[in-house]
């Protein structure tokens, strides 16, 4: 397990309760989303994976280790973090100083840090605006700064808060077709997010906050199948799902693919062979 949290408590100084015996592991490699509505806990959550936040109660282990003991600096060896806003983390004067300030930070060897910062430039799409100050650049592309940022240190955990938050369509393929190069490099990637389709489209599993606690958690599939008759729920099905729904398909589809699979014609059974004479 990369991560184990057990009967996390977290209060604020105000008493009340963000999260409440929050419990669950993660293993080495997972696409794992958070999700839930406003005030669920999920950020709260998320903050915590890198020491912004301490519980009240409860234990965090990131690789094996308790983080009661580890600095913010120490944990960012393991999680990198993208914030919700990224103007919270962006302080240099050019994307590429913002960028290779962590590998910086971290002491890698000078080659290793311009190999780490170009690679981050090129795969965020920010290789032409490396020059640039990154107020002067759109919300959308100040948050792939700070994804470029994190993935410039080359840790084994990405958490990302509300990554699609602001970002055209191009920038969400973008996003997601790294959430698939990372896990396929073995990274694990966490999200706390609202945006169903997104998550659904590269994530295998769910974990549903509500009330500051843990309300499911498993397969992507299996959430759907549980929830798509529900009333009152707190969460908008992915677009595929719902129109399945309203096209009276039974059982639930989740991503355009499998839509298009399920409306893909059955093949024609083959001929049976006639008796010889």
């Given at each position: ?15 009340n ?20 509505a ?6 709260t ?56 300030f962590?590998?910086r ?43 470029a ?29 790294l ?49 798509a008759?529900?009333t ?31 409306l ?14």
């Open positions: 397990m990369i991560i184990r949290i057990d009967s996390l408590t977290f209060r604020y100084p105000n008493g309760t963000a999260l409440d015996g929050v419990s669950f592991s993660v293993e080495a490699g997972e696409r794992v989303a958070i999700v839930g406003n005030g669920a806990g999920k950020s959550l998320a903050r915590h994976l890198v020491g912004i936040e301490r519980p009240a109660s409860g234990t965090i282990e990131i690789d094996g280790r308790p983080t009661d003991g580890l600095g913010i600096a120490e944990l960012a060896r393991t999680v990198g973090f993208v914030f919700q806003n990224p103007d919270d983390q962006l302080h240099a004067s050019s994307v590429d100083k913002e960028v290779g962590g590998p930070n971290l002491r890698f060897p000078p080659a290793r840090r311009k190999e780490l910062v170009d690679s981050a430039l090129r795969r965020t799409g920010l290789w032409e605006s490396r020059d640039t100050h990154p107020h002067h650049l759109s919300l959308g592309e100040r948050k792939r700064v700070a994804l940022s994190v993935l410039a240190m080359d840790t084994r955990v990405v958490v990302l808060d509300e990554p699609t938050t602001g970002q055209d369509h191009a920038s969400v393929v973008l996003l997601g077709n959430v698939d190069d990372l896990a396929a490099d073995g990274r694990t990637v966490l999200a706390v997010t609202h945006d169903m389709d997104f998550c659904v489209e590269h994530f295998d599993r769910v974990i549903v906050m509500e009330n500051g606690g843990v309300s499911w958690d498993g397969p992507v599939t299996r959430w759907l199948a549980h929830v008759g529900m009152g729920r707190t969460l908008e099905l992915p677009q595929m799902t719902r129109l399945g729904h309203r096209l009276g398909w039974e059982g639930p589809v989740a991503t355009v693919a499998g839509f298009l699979d399920r893909a014609p059955e093949p024609d059974p083959a001929p049976v062979p006639s008796a010889t004479p």
